[in-house]
Nanobody
């Protein structure tokens, strides 16, 4: 069974940095898009950043210029470098992986807590 495992969350002061990592294991198919989402208490889950297998990236406006998503296709790893963190970045961050051919797949990790103190 495919597994997504996140790591790297924690507590950091405003202005600090954290790096999240997501490893997708036990796959027999190619992952097309990997992304990071977040969900703060009382809010809907939102897309933070995504990256295609070709390296194309997209970011939420609120994190542009501060967060960088990267990926190692061979290892099915997607990292999210978060700089200049703000208290409003506090949320549970989830990794997402999507495949479309030859297997349709859309999977989520268990989430990792990021807390930014002011």
């Amino acid at each position: 069974q495919v597994q997504l495992v996140e790591s790297g969350g924690g507590l950091v002061q405003a202005g600090g940095s954290l790096r999240l990592s997501c490893v997708v294991s036990r796959t027999t198919f190619r992952i097309n898009t990997m992304g990071w989402y977040r969900q703060a208490p009382g809010k809907q889950r939102e897309l933070v950043a995504a990256i295609s297998s070709g390296g194309s990236t997209s970011y939420a406006d609120s994190v542009k210029g501060r967060f960088t998503i990267s990926r190692d296709n061979a290892k099915n790893i997607a990292d999210l470098q978060m700089n200049s963190l703000k208290p409003e970045d506090t949320a549970v961050y989830y990794c997402n992986a999507i495949a479309s051919y030859p297997v349709s797949y859309n999977g989520w990790g268990q989430g990792t807590q990021v807390t930014v103190s002011s």
